[in-house]
């Protein structure tokens, strides 16, 4: 049974800074960060590859930074000068080594409130 978990999130004022975490039970291949804020749909935050190339959607640039720690199988979201406009569940979607191959998993969400 695989397990990915976020964890991190809570309740910052603007131009705070906030480290969401995703851990898995096994090796990681890929990580997206996805959001969804209330009426919006899901989109892509930020996502990184197995070699560590990064890329981002264009209202986070510069803003927040995803990194991987391979012995941890840990993928991290650092958020820094946050805007209420990020506001949202923030879930971890992992592709993960199995015995069968990459498969994709998704977290259970973390939510992150930025508010004053």
């Known amino acids: 049974q695989v397990q990915v978990v976020e964890s991190g999130g809570g309740l910052v004022q603007p131009g705070g800074s906030l480290k969401l975490s995703c851990s898995a039970s096994?090796?990681?291949?890929?990580v997206g960060w996805y959001r969804e804020a209330p009426g919006k749909q899901r989109e892509l935050v930020a996502h990184?590859?197995?070699?560590?190339?990064?890329e981002y959607t264009d209202s986070v640039k510069g803003r927040f930074t995803i990194s991987r720690d391979n012995a941890k199988n840990t993928v991290y979201l650092q958020m820094n000068s946050l805007k209420p406009e990020d506001t949202a569940v923030y879930y971890c979607?992992?592709?993960?080594?199995?015995?069968?191959?990459?498969?994709?998993?998704w977290g259970q969400g973390t939510q992150v409130t930025v508010s004053s």
């Open positions: 096994r090796n990681i291949y890929s």
């Open positions: 990184i590859t197995s070699y560590g190339n990064t």
């Open positions: 979607n992992a592709d993960v080594i199995t015995d069968y191959g990459p498969e994709d998993y």
